[in-house]
């Protein structure tokens, strides 16, 4: 008896140990899956994308064939900030012509460093901001996004953001036809010129 307690008590131990085993296995699966994803996207394009907005929504970049791409990373304590109002009157003025796609990052001196939840409040109440704003990403460095990995390889000179709201510019087919760094304004001739095309 004393025995078939002792087989009984190994069983439980080894199926509770399978058990965890188990769930490590699909949490690894999970993460494989999403690296696999990205990679794909990077392979396929700008339109094969998916990411999360500011509000936890998973935005399809697929939405976006036929039309032109603003892509900006953005920061709530930063000299350029107050260019938030001017992508506010772009998406305004010109939104059937280009879609506004503002990405929160913290890689320039520590100027993003709110949670989603403040990020998009600052945003709302102090420019009123109505254009999509995507998930806080790192635009540079080791743990750069694969969109920004993607944007840098693929823009004219393979340039990455080098401050806060840089911007590159995709055309209708999903192809990067220009990067502006911070100075340039969103209601600057050059956007203006280039969305008009």
Known sequence: MKRIAQLLTVAMVLGVSTACTGGSSNANQTNDMATETNQTAQANGFYSFKIESLDGKEIDFSKFKGKKVL??????????????????????????????????????????????EQIAEFCQKNYGVTFQMMEKVSVKGDDQHPLYQWLAKNSPNQEEPSWNFSKYLIDENGKVVAFYPSKVKPMGEEILAAIQK
């Open 71 to 116: 892509v900006v990373n953005t920061a709530s304590e930063c000299g350029y900030t107050p260019q938030y109002a001017d992508l506010q009157k772009l998406h305004e003025t010109h939104g059937d012509k280009v879609v506004i796609l503002g990405f929160p990052a913290n890689n320039f001196g520590g100027q993003e460093p709110g949670s989603k």
